[in-house]
């Protein structure tokens, strides 16, 4: 067991160790240990709360959704501008962009917001929550856990070792398409009489899986070709987006082509 322990804390120390320096001190980014926490903490919340909610009635939270749906509108906007303006300003490029690692005010400035956009993982994990107070489990599927829980996971690999670069593109890409996701889900928080409204849903869906075949498409060809970014961490995301493919193209076709085909 001492060895073991001992394994284990040399482990932590080479994962802290060769971080980015420029990074470590910010919340959340320094350790694994407190994101570990979280995601156990996350899968205990999906196992129990369900059980706590079987006799109880479901909670209102008409007013706490509309406010936290246009917040993350507004958090979304906020990380969309600046990973577009400072990518553009720094003259990223899209096919290949190594990590600037330096302390200038461009290379901190796109390392902030990918600090923000992996905290805004963290705060998306609310999503479950609400579900289940609510008692609308049938909403915490498999593809729901997974997709939340894991993001915790990349984006804090992705800010603790690469907050920059390549990263750019799949924060660009994401906050996109979250801004115009929790407008939809802002807007279906209002009431019933909305849903004339949200004839788009199934689009929403559409445009979240042409984010992954982009960022399959995009990592895959850094992957295979020569570019001054960790190969390991392309490799990572290429794997992540197959899975993301499949879950979401099966949800596609049984929310939209199978129940069609069944009425």
């Known amino acids: 067991m001492a060895s073991l322990w001992q394994s284990l804390e040399a482990a932590h120390q080479k994962i802290v160790d060769n971080g980015d320096k420029r990074t470590d001190p910010w919340l959340l980014v320094y350790s694994p240990i407190p994101v570990a926490f979280l995601f156990l903490l996350y899968l205990g919340v999906v196992w129990l709360g369900p059980r706590l909610m079987r006799n109880r009635q479901p909670v209102d939270l008409k007013v706490v959704l509309i406010v936290y749906n246009f917040a993350m509108v507004g958090l979304s906007a906020y990380m969309f501008h600046e990973f577009l303006v400072t990518s553009w300003l720094s003259s990223y490029s899209f096919l290949c962009q190594p990590v600037d ?6 290379a901190m400035r796109m390392a ?3 600090w923000w956009f992996f905290f805004s993982k963290i705060i998306e994990l609310s ?3 609400f579900f289940i107070l609510r008692k609308k489990d049938s909403q915490v599927t498999f593809l729901h856990v997974y997709h939340h829980a894991t993001m915790i996971f990349n984006w804090w690999l992705g800010v603790k070792y690469v907050a920059g670069g390549q990263s750019f593109f799949i924060g660009l890409l994401n906050t996109f398409v979250h801004i115009i996701m929790y407008s939809y889900y802002g807007l279906a928080a209002i009431g019933p009489h909305m849903q004339k409204y949200l004839w788009w ?3 929403l ?6 984010q992954f ?4 498409l995009h990592t895959g060809h850094n992957l295979f070709t020569d570019c001054d970014f960790p190969d390991s961490m392309n490799a990572f995301v290429f794997g992540y987006c197959v899975t993301l493919i499949i879950l979401f193209s099966n949800f596609y076709y049984q929310s939209y082509v199978n129940k069609k085909k069944k009425k």
């Not at 869906?205 to 042409?210: A, D, E, H, K």
């Not at 075949?213 to 399959?216: E, K, P, R, T």
């Open 101 to 106: 690692y330096s302390t200038s005010p461009l």
């Open 213 to 216: 075949v982009m960022f399959l």
């Open 205 to 210: 869906t559409s445009l979240q899986l042409v």
């Open 112 to 114: 902030r917001v990918c």
């Open 127 to 129: 999503d479950t929550i």
């Open 201 to 203: 849903k199934r689009y």
